[in-house]
């Protein structure tokens, strides 16, 4: 079955610092991959997605991503945290020959980030 | 435009109750999912409606569950006898396009008391 692995649970950083959020995916045909961001008590909202078309992917708020196939890793990088970047951080999947369906999305336990001022 | 929209968004029930819950999908969008997300977890997969038919219930967990969506907008995620273990959100997603981008509605928190 497919999965998605984030590691940290939680990443803490300071103000202006640069937020690094790691995801490796389970699949050895290129998947879509997606981030999506959730604030406290609201839903999901799209970061980013990968589709193939370019191995480094630019989302909103200033938020990128780089698909690694040899790494099978989707990491989600910004230069320079600012406090309203404090929310929970989803790395998602679907496709790809994991036995991934090509709609429903699988998602990794999600990362809180915490930004110091 | 308007997103997806989930009601209630806060649901507090008795154990062994039925509960409703409703989701709007974005007009136009012929696919609609639920989730359900636990404390502490990314969401899992439910069951995935293209149109009026369910066309992927492998998640919904037993026969308590059960949704619809019989004119091919608004879905209702329907349980019944409720347990404590169902207690999560329940988030609805709706999409289509080629790569299959999904937008989620707000959630709706299900508490089973």
Known sequence: AQSVTQLGSHVSVSEGALVLLRCNYSSSVPPYLFWYVQYPNQGLQLLLKYTSAATL???????????????????L????????????????????????????????????????? | GAGV?????????????????????????????????????????LIYFQGTGAADDSGLPNDRFFAVRPEGSVSTL?????ERGDSAVYLCASGGGIYNEQFFGPGTRLTVL
């Open chain 1, 57 to 75: 992917v630019k989302g909103i708020n200033g938020f990128e991503a780089e698909f690694k196939k040899s790494e099978t890793s989707f990491h």
């Open chain 1, 77 to 117: 990088t910004k230069p320079s945290a600012h406090m309203s970047d404090a929310a929970e951080y989803f790395c998602a999947v679907t496709g790809g020959n994991s036995g991934g369906s090509n709609y429903k999305l699988t998602f990794g336990k999600g990362t809180l980030l915490t930004v110091n001022p």
């Open chain 2, 5 to 45: 929209s989930q009601t209630p968004s806060n649901k507090v029930t008795e154990k062994g109750k039925y509960v409703e819950l409703r989701c709007d999908p974005i007009s136009g969008h012929t696919a609609l999912y639920w989730y359900r997300q636990s404390l502490g977890q990314g969401p899992e997969f």
């Open chain 2, 78 to 82: 329907k349980i019944q006898r409720t």
